[in-house]
């Protein structure tokens, strides 16, 4: 279970996450809704660790470990997972053996085997059907030439295949068509499960159709100050943040 | 003291092409002396450790491994001097010169060896490919030269295509200066790699001479620790319907400096001319250094042209993202700077792509991990 005590964290000295609590239990799907600026990139990269966000206050854990003190890549091998929501395209290095070297790293963190050619090639094969991920796709250098949807695929693909314990997926809709939606939805879908612990970042109730949550929490202003079951989205997109923070209050 | 004094004999052996060169060379030695750091072209280039002793020649130190098509040739006179202090060093005190002539076309390709030595050598070759000829060409600079000072010169007939690889690992002092002399229709495409080396400057010049020659130069160089590095390039369209390429790449890391000065001349015969330069560098450490200059000079209308030059950090961006999939930070970096080295590399030859990237992938962090990412995935 994820657990976030009083999250203060600045990013150049400015100050965008202000005491951020929250609880994710294992095997549960929580969405974070909120506006522009409130904070949600800030959480999802402080979660996984990126440099220049500087926490000042309040802690992080993960299945009881200390998050923050730790690396990206030993996050990751905790189990920690971030589906960006600009994936970055890496030209000169193919996705597979990238894909390849990240679960391997993994692994070997993990005191697991690592796995051979083949044995990962048929895994991949599997996985990529999960998003429609066209082969071609796979050998291509990373998001490199890849439409906005084909990135979004990219990010679950790789998902599936390292199989996270703890999945944040920041704004994965934006950008998407509906029918790409649908793809996203339905590959993060088939990864629910009772040992895994989702938080689903968006800015929009539409995705929230698709990706079924357990819970809605409300971000504003660097904190979360509501939180509520799925119904809270909508009344989100048909009221606005501000009505509801109001009536949170009252 | 005049530098000619202070330089060695002459060679005992005299070969008579060189008469006249070697007068010339002479001249311009006499007159100009070797470079200081108010020379232009030698700004960021230090050629001060290299005084009368260290000048001497020793033997050579140049092997040719010459495959079936060719073969070697007399030459009553040899070209003139190509420019700069160092050709002229090299005609002065050369003890011998290598003409090959290239016919037909030649499948295996022609190997130059140079190992350095404790004592400066000073080889010469001119190649000429003839008419329509085809033939690879590679060069190797290995060892650790006290200064190997090599001119070579390449002559491209009518329809002539060489590919050259040039490989300098050396880990002393190489100055080398590559003339390209294209005819009609002829191709030229170079790899040039430079990894590491106290000290290492080419001088590497093309003209497309006769109507639709192109060139294609490729460069990858590496520093780190307080090797020097400096690669001086220049394209003359002299001629209509030439194209030029140029793509360089480097990185500096410790307290290695890099120089990259490149120009592409579009002169007034040069009409319909196509004229691209990049380099783009890697810089790895705050103590290291990167001097780049690519320029363009255009005298005619009807040309097309790009340059760009940029020298920047590992992006941290791609950083993270590799990061963030569990891939650790070494193994991360490696991963980024071999595939920004990727692009001068492509088109190589299968077997010298290998070579270079072994030699790389040893300068590169977390080395092993990298090479087993090699291994192909179907």
């Excluded at chain 1, 920041?170 to 996203?184: H, R, Y």
């Excluded at chain 2, 070697?72 to 005190?93: C, D, H, K, Y």
């Excluded at chain 2, 016919?103 to 350095?116: D, H, K």
């Excluded at chain 2, 015969?269 to 690519?294: D, F, I, Y």
Aim: a negative charge.
């Amino acid at each position: 279970m994820l657990k976030i005590e009083n999250l203060h964290a600045s990013v150049d000295g400015k100050e965008i996450l202000r005491g951020l609590t929250l609880e994710v239990p294992a095997g549960e799907v929580h969405a974070i809704m909120g506006p522009n600026g409130s904070g949600k990139s800030t959480l999802s990269y402080v979660l996984a660790g990126r440099e220049g966000y500087e926490v000042t206050e309040g802690s992080v854990s993960f299945g009881g470990e200390d998050l923050l003190d730790m690396d990206p890549e030993e996050r990751a091998a905790l189990g920690v997972f971030l589906a960006f929501q600009y994936p970055v395209a890496i030209p000169g290095v193919s996705n597979l053996q990238f894909l390849r070297t990240a679960l391997n790293s993994i692994r070997k963190a993990k005191g697991e085997e690592e796995l051979n050619a083949a044995q990962f090639m048929k895994l991949a094969r599997e996985k990529a059907k999960l998003v429609e991920l066209k082969p071609e796709l796979m050998k291509r250098a990373v998001n490199h030439g890849f439409s906005g949807g084909e990135k979004k695929r990219n990010e679950i693909f790789q998902m599936a295949m390292l199989e996270p314990s703890l999945a944040i997926l920041d704004e994965t809709d934006s950008g998407l068509d509906i029918d790409a939606l649908k793809i996203v939805s339905q590959g993060v879908n088939a990864l629910r499960g009772p040992e895994r612990s989702m938080l689903v970042i968006t800015h929009y109730q539409r995705l929230l159709d698709h990706i079924v949550p357990d819970v809605v929490h409300v971000l504003m202003d660097g904190r979360i100050v509501h939180s509520g079951d799925k119904d809270l989205a909508l009344r989100l997109e048909n009221e606005g943040y501000e009505q509801v923070r109001a009536e949170a209050r009252a | 003291m005049s530098l000619l004094e202070t330089l060695p004999a002459s060679p005992k052996s005299e070969p008579p092409a060189m008469k006249a060169l070697r007068e010339q060379a002479h001249e311009r030695l006499a007159s100009e002396g070797l470079p200081t750091k108010k020379t232009e072209a030698w700004r960021f280039t230090s050629v001060a450790a290299l005084t009368g002793e260290t000048l001497a020649a020793g033997p050579s130190t140049l092997s040719v491994e010459a495959p079936k098509g060719v073969s070697t040739v007399e030459r009553e006179s040899l070209e003139a001097l190509p420019a700069g202090p160092f050709a002229a060093l090299n005609a002065a005190l050369t003890d011998e010169t290598v003409v090959l002539r290239a016919e037909g076309v030649v499948s295996e390709p022609l190997s130059l060896r140079y190992t350095g030595a404790d004592h400066a050598s000073y080889p010469r070759m001119r190649l000429e490919v003839a008419k329509g000829a085809e033939l690879t060409l590679v060069e190797r600079f290995e060892g650790e030269g006290a200064l190997t000072d090599a001119v070579l010169e390449l002559v491209l007939e009518d329809g002539a295509r060489l590919r050259h690889v040039r490989i300098q690992r050396d880990a002393g002092r190489l100055i080398g200066s590559v003339s390209v002399t294209q005819g009609r229709d002829s191709h030229y495409a170079a790899h040039v790699i430079t990894l590491g080396g106290a000290l290492q400057r080419l001088d590497l010049k093309v003209g497309l001479d006769a109507q639709g020659a192109s060139c294609d130069l490729r460069g990858f160089y590496a520093v780190d620790g307080s090797e020097h590095c400096d690669h001086h390039v220049r394209v003359d369209h002299r001629a209509p319907h030439g194209t030029s390429h140029q793509t360089f790449r480097g990185i500096a890391d410790g307290k290695g400096v890099a120089v990259f000065d490149s120009q592409a001349i579009v002169h007034r015969t040069g009409g319909h001319a196509e004229a691209h330069q990049e380099n783009r560098n890697l810089l790895l450490s705050s103590s290291a250094g990167v001097h780049t200059k690519p320029h363009l000079e255009i005298d005619h209308d009807e040309v097309v042209a790009s340059h760009g030059a940029t020298v920047g950090a590992l992006d941290e961006d791609s950083l993270f993202y590799l990061r963030s999939r569990g891939i650790p930070a070494d193994l991360a970096r490696g991963i980024l700077i071999h595939a920004f080295a990727h692009e001068p590399l492509t088109g190589m030859p299968d077997a010298f792509a290998k070579e270079v990237e072994q030699g790389l992938l040893e300068r590169l962090p977390a080395s092993e991990a990298l090479a087993d990412l090699g291994e192909e995935l179907a």
